[in-house]
């Protein structure tokens, strides 16, 4: 049996445990599958991603990467993640480049690879002429692409997406689209919470739509239109009955 990269189960968790936000939550990402993570402001996606960076501890299931809790090898389990966060979060002492290089340092990659990549990434969100700057002269989208490229220099089996198109420019949502197909068809497994529905529905393989700490469905668009009773419904549609709790789940 193929082990996921991301197994999540039966977890329940938040940040005090006489009131938990996570309630029984369950899903798995495999190598080579990206995965929307959707649900209403609150809804608890943000701390189910904090469960999975081991930042929160579950009360009660678990959380393994590649087969393995953080638990039972935090190293092995951070080195095989990367994440992007909702908001960027720099080192305002360090260059764009010096951001790069700590994050090749951290991964242990080699010279020529970290080169090739960080020229490819460089290329591709148009930051060539900021290497040397400094934070404080990046704009909101130039910090998001900084964080972004961080986490795309290690080529990790799993990318953990946090919200990660606000502030970017529409050539920086298609650069970073592009990216995460890329490192899908190289085998990664890729979790993205995001409220951008349309991007959502175009590009992930599967959903998972979290509400108040609970998945009330997930699947593919098929399988989550078909639950839903209406095979032309767009995910758009899908995730407004369910906010509205308008929807009645077949079976
Ligand atoms: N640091 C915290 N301490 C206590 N409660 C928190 C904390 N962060 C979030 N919560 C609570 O946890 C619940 C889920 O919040 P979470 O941030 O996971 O939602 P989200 O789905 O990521 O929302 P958004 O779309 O607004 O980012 C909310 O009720 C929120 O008030």
New binding site residues.
Partial sequence: MVVPILSVNQLSG??SRQRP?LHDVSFDIKSGELVGLV??????????IKHILGLLEPFSGEVRIDGRTLKEDQQACRQKMAYVP?LPELYEQMTLEEHLQLTAMAYHLDRQTYQERSKQLLDLFHMEKRLHWFPVHFSKGMRQKVMIMCAFLAHPALYIVD?PFVGLDPLGIQSLLDLMVAMKKEGAGILM?T?ILSTAEQYCDRFII?QD?QIVVQGTMEEIREKFGQKDASLHEIYLAVARGENEWKQ
């Fill in positions: 938040g940040y936000v649900g209403l402001n609150g809804a608890g996606k943000s701390t189910t909702e919200e919470s409220h979290l700490g």
